[in-house]
């Protein structure tokens, strides 16, 4: 099977039908909005909230806002540029590879048997799954996009929450990787962790020599 053919199964079961049952406006400091989308002008987002939909009708600033996701699964993207900041990446685009790799570590502490199935975690873009933790294991990815990431975490089902790291070439990152129980769903989160926090974490744990 292709690589193209593999990542798109992969991405299938990490983002099953209906994940977002509802409008997300992404604001550009990370903050979610849940919502139905009214109307995008020039100047401004138009939004009724999700929970109250019969309620008023809110308005954001354009530029306050990162990216809408749609129900039906379109994604509209509203770029910020700088003449001053053209190397920079704009948050949720990777830019092309312009230095050493970075290294991340994905860290997951060792559970029961019953909590051992495999953690995937992926990038919204690019659209791609990068490791499939096992259970008691840590995996260092040599990893070459660059800026502000969007990574998503699933175990069954995909965690709606999005997890924002800035990823620079050359530095060393240690994302810890959990699965919690909400409710009756089971969901994978993400961690950022500081390097002696990370060491103690992986104090103990097996190196997997695979991503997936």
Not at 147 to 160: K, L, Q
Not at 204 to 211: F, V
Request: glycine letters at 8%; one cysteine or more; charged letters at 25%.
């Amino acid at each position: 099977m292709g690589k193209a053919i593999y990542l798109a199964c992969a991405l299938i079961l990490l983002f099953p039908l209906g994940a977002f049952p509802q409008d997300e406006i992404i604001l550009s400091n990370g903050d979610i909005i849940k919502a139905k989308v009214e109307e995008v002008g020039i100047s401004e987002v138009k939004y009724k909230k999700w929970d109250n939909l019969e309620g008023p009708t809110y308005s954001t600033a354009k530029k306050e806002v990162f990216m809408i996701k749609y129900e039906n699964g379109n994604k509209d993207i509203f770029p910020k540029s700088s003449p001053s900041e053209k190397a920079e990446a704009t948050p949720g685009q990777p830019v092309v590879a312009t230095g050493p790799p970075a290294e991340i570590f994905f860290i997951r502490p060792k559970k029961l048997a019953g909590s051992s199935p495999e953690i995937i975690v992926g990038t919204i873009m690019p659209d791609e799954v990068v490791v499939k933790v096992r259970n008691g294991r840590w995996y260092k990815a040599m990893y070459l996009n660059f800026g502000e990431i969007e990574f998503v975490a699933g175990v069954y089902s995909i965690n709606p929450e999005v997890f924002w790291y800035k990823i620079d070439p050359g530095k060393t990152y240690y994302i810890f990787c959990t699965i919690k129980n909400k409710g009756f769903k089971v969901m994978a989160e993400l961690k950022m962790l500081d390097e002696s926090t990370a060491k103690r974490e992986m104090n103990g744990l097996k190196e997997q020599l695979k991503a997936k």
